[in-house]
Every structure is written in C-alpha cells, then in structure tokens.
C-alpha cells in the first residue's frame, strides 16, 4: 500500500511499510527524535518524534504512515513536550557537555540546541553509574546512556552478537554486557561493531580517537541536526 499524507498542511508521499517519522524524513520533513535510526528496527522509547495522526498523540517512529493520514508535528504543545522530554534525559544522566567528548557530535546535545533548551527545568539526579572502562579499545559511561537501545539493535540486528541489552525497571533500568564478568572486555564486541559508532550519545566511545576534531569543525558545529537527520540513509535506500 502506498499513497499520500499530509503532515503540517504539506502532501507527502509515502511507501508500504514506512512510518510516519521515515515517510516525513524521505519528503524532507525533520521530526525530532533520538531512538529512531533508518534503517532499524523502531524503539518507541524516547518520545521525541510525538506527533497527532489524526487528533490522537502517537510516536511517528512506530505508527505506520496510511492514505489520507492528518499528521501534525510542527506545534507549539508537541515543541514544548521535547523540550521538556529532553530536559528529563539531561538530569536524568550525568552529561556535562564540557568534559565529554562527544560534545558537537552529539544527538542529545544536538536535540537541545534545535528545541533552544537553555536550562535543565528539573533537578538532576546526579547518578553514580559505573563507568566500564575494562576494554581495550571501548569505553562504556552508563552515565551519559539515554537507552535509546540503538546499541542493542545494532549489535543484535547489524553485528549477530547480542553483546547488549536494557534490563530492570523504571529509574533503575540499566544497559547490561552480555558477558560472564558483566564487563565489555569479556564481550564479543569489537571496534569495528557497528554497535560502537551509534550511540547518539558519549556513552559508547572509542578510546584514543578523542579530541582528534577540533571544537569547532565538529558534526552539529557544522551542521543543524535536521539537515544531518535528513541526510542520514536507510540500509535499502543505499
Ligand atoms: S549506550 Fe548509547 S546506544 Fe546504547 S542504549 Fe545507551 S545511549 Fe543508546
Ligand atoms: S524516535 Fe520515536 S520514540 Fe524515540
């Protein structure tokens, strides 16, 4: 089935399958989101790409996009719920942008700068999460993970090896390593694992790559994170 939508008052096209989020990204819509990768498999956790399909709140990254479909994203309500969602993941975790080095590569940071968050709203929770530095060339900050469950995906769907997964509940949900020890260094991960270069945060690095880009010439220095999200290409469309 395919057809066409609309989304903010503009007719777009969509293809079987799609959803709302990939068919507003293939007419080059940008609807803010962090879980959604094209070309994975949706996570719905997020909730940054919350849309009304026909009057009702959904997320555009799990509905599937139909004929005649009313979508609206571009409201001062759904700005504001992102605003605030983002504010959550902030004090949620640790991220203190100047001493991390994804800072300008960075989709969370990227998200606060285009939804203009000057401040955190809320009081942080400062968690004390280990940081797993026991591998070679990966280092895990739980800190700074907004479980977006892109490294899982990644590493389940993309590299076959299972190395990640989200366990617990509510405030104490936690990645965990699939590994006897817990620990990466005993895991099957490796630094060519598309699992270490979709974290969309600083909490997958890879060691001794750090600082080589100057502030400055850094990815969302460069450019608005809607441009790099609509410039981004799902496996089939390669
Ligand atoms: S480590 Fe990164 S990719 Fe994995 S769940 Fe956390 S934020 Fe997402
Ligand atoms: S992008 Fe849709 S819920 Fe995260």
Redesign the pocket.
């Known amino acids: 089935m395919s057809g066409t939508l609309t989304i903010d008052g503009k007719t777009i096209p969509f293809a079987e399958g799609q959803s709302v989020?990939e068919a507003a990204r293939c007419a080059g819509i940008y609807i803010p989101?962090?879980?959604?990768r094209p070309g994975y498999a949706p996570?719905?956790?997020?909730?940054?790409?919350t849309v009304f399909v026909n009057g009702r709140k959904t997320?555009?990254?799990?509905f599937p996009a139909a004929a005649n479909q009313n979508v609206v994203s571009d409201t001062p309500e759904l700005k504001q719920d992102r605003l605030r969602l983002t504010q959550m993941l902030f004090v949620e975790g640790n991220h203190f942008c100047p001493s991390c080095e994804k800072s300008g590569n960075c989709q969370l940071q990227g998200v606060a700068y285009h939804l203009r968050m000057l401040d955190n709203h809320y009081p942080h929770f400062y968690p004390q999460r280990e940081v797993d530095a026991s591998h070679p060339d990966i280092l895990l900050d739980h800190n700074r993970c907004i479980f977006c469950n892109l490294c899982v995906r990644a590493s389940r769907d993309k590299d076959g090896k299972n190395v990640f997964a989200i366990a617990g509940r509510g405030i104490n949900k936690r990645l965990i390593v699939n590994s006897a020890s817990g620990k990466l260094k005993d895991s099957a991960i490796s630094v060519e694992d598309e699992a270490t270069r979709v974290c969309p945060t600083g909490a997958i690095l890879i060691k001794r790559s750090g600082y080589q880009l100057p502030i400055g010439q850094r990815l969302y220095d460069q450019h608005q994170i809607s441009e790099v999200a609509l410039s981004m290409q799902d496996d089939h469309e390669q």
Do not use: D, E, V, W
């Open positions: 989020i989101h962090l879980c959604h996570h719905g956790s997020c909730k940054l790409c997320s555009a990254c799990t």
